[in-house]
């Protein structure tokens, strides 16, 4: 039997914006999806849904519950979900109706002809599946909303401004007992998006990719990571015959060389239970727990910290 492995990430940037999501909770969040996996560690799906939506439950991240506002005020989600033992996806995105897009792209996956649905379509399915309403935005993103839209206002005036970075979607990669590889994606795309954009979390190939041997989740700036199909080539270097942390290190610095830094964080895990974490930017929250050791979920934000348990 394999020892079952659950990694996560809450996201790359400049992380500016723990300076209103307080970073305890942010960490603590991050080792309780970890916790949550390990009651499905016969099904590498669920092990990174149980993950993924502890952390769009506790709106410390740009998923779910603590999804960032667009050009309008509204909130919408982004999500996927990747099989590997059978090549299989579902993806969803410009949902307004739930929260939990994450179980919703795995229902397009297991209970729709298609593999991605979007906007109308998908609320459509997440109202017929009864999932959780996402309701109002809470206080703090509003208040972040009217700051940011008072600086867009005085850019001119100004000569700059900035959006701080905030890039922290959510993702998860599982290996279960069987030897079987999944991952999953969530996020709220970026703070006043334009309406109807699309960002890679939902985007095969680019936010995410798992086949029998790895499962790979990117965070970071969406446009740069669709156009340098992020996820592919972490998993085509691992292909290639690097470890997950190497192919982790060589792509974050592909695109920082192609693109611009700050641009990407990945995590990676192959079948045989190695790891792969790195990024280009300040800062990427990732987790992980070789499920039954002792010691629990490690956890990091900043680039030269060690995982460490909490």
Partial sequence: MTQAVIAIHGGAGSFEGLKWRQEAPFRENMALACEAAAAHQGDAVEMALAAVAQMEQSGAFNAGKGSVLNENGDQYLDGAVARGWDANF???????ATYSVAHLAKAVMERSAHSFLVGAGADALAKDLNLPALELPNAALQKVYRE???????????GTFSFGGETDTVGAVALDTQGRLAAVGSTGGTWLKALGRVGDTPVLGSGFYADTHRAVCATGVGEILMRGLAATRVA???MDGLSPQKATEKVSKVLAEMFEVDSAGFIALSHDGQLGFAMNTKGMGRAFWRIGEAQGPQQAIWPHEDLKPL
């Fill in 90 to 96: 579902g993806a969803v995105a410009h949902v307004s």
């Fill in 148 to 158: 940011l839209k008072d600086g867009e206002k005085q850019k001119e005036k100004l």
């Fill in 236 to 238: 085509q270097c691992c």
